[in-house]
């Protein structure tokens, strides 16, 4: 299973970090990605790191302003969120798939309970 947490009400240029934590397995071999999903539009992707090797891939809208990562020693993956504007607010899922990353939600087999993120302007 997968623990999202992290989420809050934050104003637009502050900051959130959000933690997506596995239970009763490890993520090795495993990619995990972020995923958003705003009232009334798609689950769209943010994110993804391979655990393995580290490599990261983001959506347009959030490079240079997110950051994703892992720690091994906790077998948590992080999304960092810096410069958060009013179009982030979303719920955030974390998800997780065996091999390489992916940006398709359909990819993912195995998903978090999603975590609200409002910003205000």
């Known amino acids: 299973q997968l623990q999202a947490s992290g989420g809050g009400l934050v104003q637009a240029g502050e900051s959130l970090r959000l933690s997506c934590a596995a239970s009763g397995r490890t993520f090795s071999s495993y990619a995990v990605g972020w995923f958003r999903q705003a009232p009334g539009k798609e689950r769209e992707f943010v994110a993804a790191?391979?655990?393995?090797?580290?490599?990261?891939n983001y959506a347009n809208s959030v490079k240079g302003r997110f950051t994703i990562s892992r720690d091994t020693a906790k077998n948590t993956v992080y999304l960092q969120m810096n410069s958060l504007k009013p179009e982030d607010t979303a719920v955030y899922y974390c998800a997780a798939r065996q091999g390489n990353t992916r940006v398709f939600s359909a990819g993912y087999n195995y998903w978090g309970q999603g975590t609200q993120v409002t910003v205000s302007s």
């Open positions: 790191i391979n655990w393995n090797d580290g490599t990261t």
